[in-house]
């Protein structure tokens, strides 16, 4: 019989943070996956859920509260921790989507006691069902509609230039996150 990993994901934009991490979290022998900011932590969970998230809130690109807002609406069986070197109190927790937040500056037997106090409260890899639509809201300004894409939950606008569309399944790539997905253009008046 083998030894269950855990996955952990680890999100943040500093190199050396990312190795770091890995290292101590390996030390306990956690999987680790590493992202560089939100976009690429929802690329890597679209192959392999993770069992636990541990993200800086400050990134470029898509930064730890957009991230931990989608990760909270699509994943809540997920524990998320997230780190801040411009936050240093518990006190962020008021207003942040997190289970835990640990100060970039803590003792890495902090973060590992937290991490495996987490890991024991939650579910093992559960996996819920993925619907195989998802709603998006396509709102019509003129000669303009506006798509949000159901992965990374970004807003972009698109000329309507075939008026033929509508009705009809169109497959788009979401602007920000590559992401492709369907939709329908429907009139109603």
Known sequence: MTDFSYRILVVDDNDEILTVS???LATRGYETRAAHDGFEALAIMRKALPDLIICDLSMPNMSGFEF???VRRRFPQIPVIATSGQFE????????????????????????????????AAPIRT????????????PRNGNYFV?????????????????NLTGKVVEHECIACSTKFKYILETRR
């Open 22 to 24: 890995q290292a101590v």
């Open 68 to 70: 931990l807002s989608i």
């Open 89 to 120: 109190t518990a006190n962020a927790l008021n207003w942040l989507l997190a289970d835990a937040f640990i100060p970039k500056v803590g003792n890495p037997e902090d973060t590992l006691k937290r991490v495996a106090e987490l890991l024991d």
């Open 127 to 138: 996996n819920p069902a993925k619907p195989d639509k998802a709603p998006v809201w396509i």
């Open 147 to 163: 798509l949000t894409c159901p992965d990374c939950l970004r807003s972009f606008s698109l000329p309507i230039e075939d008026a």
